[in-house]
């Protein structure tokens, strides 16, 4: 059977209303190895989600956020039908913390690309999504970016300075690099957030797979201009890995040029 964006959303509103939302406000978060948190709803949506997952889509495994790195890799080396991609709660430092800033994020990886992506805003009650070659959506709505005006200083970022090393902070704040700056602290809902016009700048110093799959494909159907790349390159870096990314995006291919050099790359130095 093949995947349907519509069914898929359906499905992730309805765990998102039993796991997520209900726990929100009164949940307690534990810190992994890494430094990031987990929480009891990141669990239970990944549970919820693998097993309904499994038995509508047969043959198609899963890679979770939430789950060993050796099983992470195990999935990476995918049936011939592919491999679903999951952040169950992308932004669970948001969630933890009451900030109405986070989603659940999946992505259908086949022959080594993302060609279905799903991003619920639980809290906002948007589902974003995209097939490859399709465009891209918004409850069904097709979505475009927005450009106020064609210099980075008619445009908002949206830049997660935590993630960037702090010598190279000061210069991204000089002038003209853009007119006002955010950080949402949510991969997924940053991607999709620039498809459909809500800021037009996009700097991330370090995401996972889980984080961008969906959302990234998401923002390229709705014809954003971005690309990946590997800490320290300053080449795109487009195979589908465990390892992070940098990310760089802008609203169209003009301004995509003018932030990238503003930026200067690499960003990170290995």
Known sequence: MRPDP???????????????????GRIEADT?????????????VQQRLTEALAAEYPGIPLLGEEMSEAAQQARLSESPEGVWVLDPVDGTGNYACGFPGFAIS???????????????DPVRD???????????????????PFAPGPALGD?????DFKRLPPKRVPALLRPG?????RNLGAVALEWCWLACG???????GGQKLWDYAAGRLIAHEAGVAARLYRPGGVSPAETLDLEPRV??????RRLFELWHDFVALPLIET
């Open 32 to 44: 992994k190895g890494d430094g990031s948190l987990v929480t009891s709803a990141d669990l239970a």
């Open 155 to 159: 445009c908002i970022a949206m830049v």
């Open 126 to 144: 948007e589902c974003f999504s995209a097939v490859r070659g399709a465009g891209a959506k918004l409850d069904g709505t097709p979505i475009t």
């Open 198 to 204: 809500r800021y037009q700048l996009y700097l991330h």
């Open 177 to 181: 690099g853009f007119r006002s700056q």
């Open 106 to 120: 999946l992505a259908l990886v086949r022959h080594a690309r993302v060609e279905l992506g799903v991003v619920l």
């Open 247 to 252: 990310a760089l995006a802008a609203a169209d």
């Open 6 to 24: 519509i069914r898929l959303g359906a499905l992730l509103r309805e765990v998102a209303g039993t796991e997520i939302l209900p726990r929100w």
